[in-house]
């Protein structure tokens, strides 16, 4: 289930969810921002259940939160969520 704050809930085919201009350079993935193809708005995503684990990184600009997300993505076949 997706949800704008104005337009209601939505089919999956209406939200833009990844934002290209706010891709890295070098980096595979363009961040995840969810929004709403009709009115632009942020969009609030139901929760899904994944069978595997999560790994979060977190840290200060510049150490190397990025660089570890590619390795990890090119070496083991992780899948990366910017935010």
Wanted: with cysteine; charged share 15%; net charge positive.
């Amino acid at each position: 289930m997706v949800l704008c704050p104005h337009c209601g809930e939505l089919p999956p085919r209406e939200v833009v969810w990844y934002n290209e201009a706010y891709r890295k350079p070098g980096f595979p993935l363009a961040p995840v921002c969810p929004v709403c193809k009709v009115c632009g708005a942020e969009v609030a995503a139901g929760q899904k259940q994944y069978n595997g684990r999560v790994l979060i990184l977190n840290g200060t600009c510049g150490s190397g939160k990025t660089s570890v997300a590619v390795e990890l993505m090119q070496k083991h076949g992780f899948h990366a969520l910017c935010r």
